[in-house]
């Protein structure tokens, strides 16, 4: 069954690193704008990071840019997510799709990772 397959989360303290990595059991991500969302408790999901299929430009939302790194790694038909500095309002669980240009999801949705940043 081909499905999004999120996975790296964990339990850090503020100001470590958590490296994401979204991946898919059937189909190529390089062909497609994929981004990284993530869900706080009681909150709507939001877009955090995004990297196109033509080029890999890169877009960040205002609160993780320059503390978040979207990569692709082609060997592994992976989209990973580097974070770093992290901070308690970085807590969600953290979703990969593919993206239309309108930034709307494309694909199922798949179970997530937890990300929780607590001293």
């Known amino acids: 069954q081909v499905q999004l397959v999120e996975s790296g989360g964990g339990l850090v303290q503020p100001g470590e690193s958590l490296r994401l990595s979204c991946a898919d059991s059937g189909r190529t991500l390089s062909r497609y704008t994929i981004g990284w969302f993530r869900q706080a408790a009681g909150k709507e999901r939001e877009l955090v990071a995004r990297i196109y299929s033509d080029g890999g430009a890169t877009y960040y939302a205002d609160s993780v840019k320059t503390r978040f790194a979207i990569s692709r790694d082609i060997v592994e038909n992976t989209v990973d997510l580097q974070m770093n500095n992290l901070k308690p309002e970085d807590t969600a669980v953290y979703f990969c799709?593919?993206?239309?240009?309108?930034?709307?999801?494309?694909?199922?949705w798949g179970q997530g990772t937890q990300v929780t940043v607590s001293s």
């Open positions: 799709n593919r993206l239309t240009v309108w930034n709307r999801p494309v694909w199922s």
